[in-house]
């Protein structure tokens, strides 16, 4: 508590005139005491002067034991004022001692309080990392890898039961919407992907080439191309640029509408938001994935004739024939059967972060970030145990 004594120090004048112009922060001391005195436009029109003030009050923090802030000759306050006075505040609380802030009017006292609830960020720990420190952070990524999984599983089981819901009772499934995003997944996507994958195509094509040419096997580079693109590339280059792309974009919508409490109104007016905002995205996905794929691969291996044509002299008629003989219904089928698992996974991961977003724009930009960045570590991995399985069973 206050020494009440402190309220009657010459000098100190709690709200009986209001002094105008240049900022300043008078220090008035007695006994264990210090009182500073705020006056003047603390506004952020006085950037440089506030900073250089509350840069050398700051110093005296532990100085005192009691320190308070008297703001009621401060004539003119802003969100740059406030923040410095709360910022001066926090300095100078020490040893379980709270600094006080005294005489804000009422004007003022909702902004510093508003700018008092915004949480401080932690202090840098500057001492050597500990075993027990490092354990801790394992611990903890151990436990968010645990949380992530779990919202998934979750999120698959919801949009699974959805599409259950939809089955029993086909009137609730929403087409123009399914249609909708098909078109925003799949055919706008469609420029993007050939092009990539063309110039993947053109691209391990000319280096197939460069290399084998030194062994006289030019021709084999048809086989590494037929192979590559039909089982693995194509499929994972088009998962990772839809993880990017589309996976990015369901995480904004999602996260805008949870601001914008949209989501919290769906279920006040009885819809699942489930069943309207995540069923025709997930379905669009995966309808759009294996579609892309096929394209994406057709470009691929385009692109790669006429590298090898114009560069590495093998002939259109050559390279279809080698091709026909090199690749098997196997490859294609194999390229397929991922897209529909990727595309399944990339919608989880982006509905999953976009109804994690908060009410800020800073966690919507990290959910975004968060939702392509895990979208495109699922792909790989699943693109691995893909390969594992698909090798054990001999396709």
């Known amino acids: 508590m206050l020494d009440p004594s402190l309220l009657h120090w010459p000098?100190?004048?709690?709200?009986?005139?209001?002094?105008?112009?240049?900022?300043?922060?008078?220090?008035?001391?007695r006994g264990n005491g210090l009182a500073l005195c705020a006056a003047g436009s603390w506004t952020a029109r006085f950037a440089p002067d506030l900073e250089r003030i509350?840069?050398?009050?700051?110093?005296?923090?532990?100085?005192?034991?009691?320190?308070?802030?008297?703001?009621?000759q401060v004539s003119r306050l802003d969100t740059f004022g406030a923040w410095l006075i709360e910022r001066l505040r926090r300095s100078l609380t020490q040893g379980g001692v709270e600094a006080k802030i005294a005489g804000l009017s009422a004007n003022y006292s909702t902004l510093v309080d508003e700018v008092r609830r915004v949480k401080a960020s932690p202090a840098l720990d500057a001492s050597?990392?500990?075993l027990t420190g490092m354990l801790d952070q394992i611990g903890r990524s151990v436990a968010g890898v645990g949380a992530t999984l779990v919202g998934l599983i979750d999120m698959l089981g919801a949009v699974l039961a959805a599409g259950g819901r939809v089955l029993i009772r086909p009137r609730g499934f929403r087409l123009t919407s399914t249609v909708h995003h098909l078109e925003q997944v799949c055919w706008r996507a469609v420029?993007?992907?050939?092009?990539?994958?063309?110039l993947i195509g053109c691209i391990i094509a000319?280096?197939?080439?460069?290399?084998?040419r030194?062994?006289?096997?030019d021709i084999f580079v048809v086989d590494m191309l037929g192979v590559l693109v039909l089982r693995e590339i194509g499929v994972l280059l088009v998962a990772i640029m839809v993880a990017g792309?589309?996976?990015s974009a369901y995480t904004a919508e999602l996260g805008s509408m949870k601001m914008r409490e949209e989501i919290d109104a769906l279920r006040t007016m009885g819809f699942d938001p489930i069943?309207?905002?995540?069923?025709?995205?997930?379905?669009?996905?995966?309808?759009?994935?294996?579609?892309?794929?096929?394209?994406?691969?057709?470009?691929?291996l385009y692109g790669g004739g006429l590298v090898a044509w114009l560069y590495g002299g093998v002939e259109p008629e050559a390279f279809l024939l080698r091709l026909r003989d090199a690749i098997s219904i196997n490859h294609f089928t194999v390229g397929l059967i991922k897209a529909p698992v990727m595309a399944a996974v990339i919608g989880i991961v982006a509905c999953v972060e976009g109804l994690a977003v908060q009410g800020s724009a800073e966690s919507l930009g990290q959910h975004t970030t968060s939702s392509v960045v895990k979208g495109i570590f699922f792909v790989i991995v699943m693109d691995g145990v893909f390969a594992i399985f698909f090798a054990s069973i001999g396709m």
């Not at 000319?206 to 084998?212: A, C, E, L, P, S």
């Open 245 to 247: 792309r589309s996976g």
């Open 54 to 72: 509350v840069a050398d009050a700051e110093k005296l923090a532990g100085s005192r034991p009691n320190i308070f802030i008297d703001v009621s």
């Open 206 to 212: 000319q280096q197939g080439i460069f290399h084998f």
């Open 11 to 29: 000098g100190i004048g709690w709200g009986v005139g209001i002094v105008s112009g240049d900022p300043t922060l008078e220090r008035i001391a």
């Open 214 to 217: 030194q062994f006289g096997a």
């Open 191 to 198: 420029p993007i992907v050939v092009l990539i994958t063309f």
């Open 275 to 300: 069943e309207v905002l995540i069923l025709p995205r997930m379905l669009a996905l995966v309808l759009a994935l294996p579609i892309l794929a096929f394209l994406g691969a057709m470009a691929a």
């Open 128 to 130: 050597p990392v500990s």
